[in-house]
């Protein structure tokens, strides 16, 4: 039988609300981080300069702007959506997003050595993007300007002079887009493809790959799409978003106090230095790791998984007492 929501959407009818949602949600924040440029420009019409706004976005004098313009930003383009939607199509309850109680600290610290062991075995992907692209030049120029554009960002916000200023950085570079990513890509996203499709595994490399394009990085494009992939099996076998968050928050945290770091030490600070190069075989060899992580996660996984799918079907047989023996599915 077709799958619907708590609501009695149907999975078309949620993709098209997920998607008419992603796409408000890009038009707010446009508005949103337009208003906050505007305020640091020397003039209106420079907003459509781009050597001018460039400019202005790498000003020490500007940092806060762009720290606020970037939490923002995430919040109206993944946060919004994402409850939005969520709300619409199965009710006020944030359980629907992954929200809930059941977990313990042994998922959260094998999930975020999972998370570490995928950085590493990432590494070489990085390097297999860019030897691809040297061969298409055209899009080898393009990739290298949009990274050089990302690393202005992030040294434009990486400006960390005091301990006030990396406390507030821990939440809007590492914790902020850690949860507001995980709402979007697994609570609403991967959640929908996977009931919907009833094909765990395809609905987690969809999820992945758009998780990965939308950072708009060719070069770490693969690197990307593997971490979100790890992310979203992680999930899949825990159904707590709590997990992810804290894993992917802990992942982003090491990398702000890097930067913490490099700044405290008065260095310029290039974001790709933060990245250790990794030869195919450390890659191998973490890419094992994960998957002995992962079969321990399962186990660590189980008891709480079945509570949490107890959970589902009492808030669905609420909703409507035929609605749960319709849908009914517990690895969904």
């Not at 500007?62 to 199965?90: E, I, S, Y």
């Not at 929200?99 to 390097?127: C, E, H, M, T």
Request: proline residues 3%.
């Amino acid at each position: 039988m077709e799958y619907t929501s708590a609501k009695g959407y149907s999975g078309w009818g949620q993709a098209g609300m997920l998607l008419a949602f992603l796409g408000g949600g890009f038009l707010l924040a446009a508005v949103v981080q337009l208003v906050i440029y505007m305020q640091i420009l020397p003039g209106r019409g420079d907003i459509m300069n781009p050597t001018v706004f460039m400019e202005a976005i790498k000003d020490p004098a500007n940092v806060n702007a762009n720290r606020l313009a970037q939490v923002l930003g995430t919040f109206c383009l993944m946060c919004l959506p994402a409850v939005a939607f969520a709300m619409l199509v199965h009710g006020k309850n944030m359980f629907w997003l992954g929200f809930n109680r059941y977990l313990n600290w042994k998922q959260v610290s094998i999930g975020f050595a999972i998370i570490f062991f995928a950085g590493v075995a990432a590494g070489p992907l990085a390097d297999l993007s860019k030897a691809i692209l040297s061969h298409f030049p055209r899009l080898d120029t393009m990739a290298a300007k949009m990274e050089n554009e990302y690393n202005e960002q992030v040294m434009a916000m990486s400006n960390l002079k005091n301990w006030g200023e990396y406390i507030v950085a821990i939440f809007i570079m590492a914790f902020f887009p850690a949860m507001f990513e995980e709402m979007l890509f697994r609570g609403a996203m991967q959640n929908l493809l996977v009931k919907w499709w009833k094909a765990p595994l395809t609905a987690i490399i969809v999820s992945s790959l758009i998780f990965s394009l939308i950072h708009f990085s060719l070069y770490l494009f693969l690197s990307r799409a593997l971490l979100g992939f790890v992310l979203g099996l992680m999930y899949y076998k825990s159904k707590n978003i709590w997990v992810n968050i804290i894993a992917h928050f802990l992942n982003n945290f090491i990398a702000v106090t890097q930067l913490f770091i490099l700044s405290g030490k008065g260095n310029k600070i290039d974001p790709q230095s933060l990245d250790t190069k990794v030869d195919w075989w450390w890659g191998l060899a973490a890419s094992a790791c994960m998957v002995v992580l992962f079969i321990i996660f399962d186990k660590f996984s189980s008891e709480n998984k079945m509570k949490i799918y107890t959970r589902e079907q009492i808030l669905l047989a609420e909703a409507d007492p035929f609605h749960s023996i319709a849908n009914k599915n517990p690895e969904s």
